[in-house]
Structure formats: structure tokens, C-alpha cells
């Protein structure tokens, strides 16, 4: 059952992505930036293919984790981990290396690629808890800040997800990432990450 719900959301997230490919393919970027209610991948006035490179290197990262989603719980769980991030594809992607005790240990696989035409991230997550590539965030960086968005399965729905990348310094930068349970009319983070280079 649990497999057989798991293909249904991947089926629904694909069918969904599909249909916001298709149209932001076909909208100006202003006109497709309007129309989500939560916001949606907006391009960047920018050839951002190097957007990233502040964080290629290793780092420690103290992670602030909900132990529970839009239930609106104030319990959180803190954990410690390290990230390592490298170059590929001549810079237009890079790959981390995502590795914690927490839960039983976890190694948790990012790839995000650059695509010239549209100037936008894709950025996937897979992990060795199911082996699965998620649906990707696309989004970029306005102001030193960037803003990633797509759909997160959660309790047998596909919701609003949205990543955040701030206070981004040379040894230090800070992730969260949030969840809409109302089409994107209001968000709760969810999870926090502060990461602090060492090397």
C-alpha cells in the first residue's frame, strides 16, 4: 500500500510540474511570477550560473528540524551534520554530500542544475532513507537571496515547498525550508540549517 501511494504522489507531483512547465514556458516570467498564489520561480535579471559557488567546499551544519508539520507544533529536534559540495558539468551544477547520525544516520544526495535559457535552479534531494529523486525547487537569486519553489508530498498530498538562502558570507550561510497547507497564502518553516565552511 505504502508503494502504491508512493507512485500515486510521484505520479500527481510529475503531472503538476509538467503543467507549471508548461507554463512558464509559454508566459513571460513576470506574468508566471503573478499568477501562483505562493509565489513561483522568477528569473533572475542575471546569468546566475555562479550563484552557487559561495557554496562549493565542506561544512558543518547545525540543523533545527520540526518534529512535526503544520500541525502547529513548537517542538523542535536539533542535529548536527556535514555537507560537502563540488562543481560539475563545467560549473552549470553542483552535487552535495549530506551526512548526519540523527534518526539512525542519514546520507542525503543534492543536485542542482543551471539552465542558461531560462536563467533558473533546479535543485532535487534524494536520500538513502527511499532511494527517491524528489520533484525539483526552481527559483534563483535576487539581492544575494535565494528562493527556491515546488511541491513536497505530505500526508498524501502535494504541497507548496519553498527553500531559503540567506545571510550568505564566505564561511557562513543559512538554509530553511517552509510548507504551505494553503496554497501558498502562508507558510511554516519547518526546517533550519546554519552552515559554517571548514575548509
Known amino acids: 500500500m505504502d508503494r502504491q501511494r508512493r507512485l500515486i504522489l510521484q505520479l500527481g507531483a510529475s503531472a503538476q510540474l509538467a503543467a507549471m512547465s508548461s507554463v512558464l514556458q ?10 501562483p498564489a505562493g509565489g513561483g520561480p522568477t528569473a533572475p535579471d542575471h546569468d546566475g550560473r555562479h550563484d552557487f559557488d559561495f557554496y562549493h567546499g565542506r561544512w558543518q551544519v547545525k ?16 542535529f548536527d551534520a556535514t555537507d560537502e ?18 534518526g539512525g544516520g542519514i546520507e542525503g544526495f543534492a543536485l542542482r542544475l543551471y539552465q542558461p535559457a531560462t536563467r533558473l535552479w533546479q535543485v532535487y534531494w534524494a536520500s538513502d532513507r527511499d532511494g527517491v529523486l524528489e520533484a525539483p525547487l526552481s527559483g534563483g537569486f535576487r539581492d544575494g537571496i535565494g528562493v527556491f519553489h515546488g511541491l513536497e508530498a505530505h500526508e498524501g498530498r502535494m504541497l507548496p515547498s519553498r527553500a531559503t538562502w540567506s545571510e550568505i558570507t564566505a564561511d557562513s550561510v543559512r538554509w530553511e525550508q517552509a510548507l504551505s497547507a494553503d496554497e501558498g ?3 511554516e518553516t519547518n526546517w533550519v540549517m546554519w552552515m559554517t565552511r571548514q575548509d
Open 26 to 35: 509559454a508566459a513571460p516570467f513576470a506574468e508566471a511570477a503573478a499568477a
Open 63 to 78: 540543523n533545527r528540524r520540526l518534529a512535526k508539520r503544520l500541525v502547529g507544533s513548537d517542538d523542535w529536534i536539533e
Open 85 to 102: 559540495c563540488r562543481p560539475v558539468l563545467g560549473g552549470l551544477g553542483s552535487v552535495d554530500r549530506y551526512l548526519t547520525a540523527w
Open 185 to 187: 497564502r502562508t507558510w
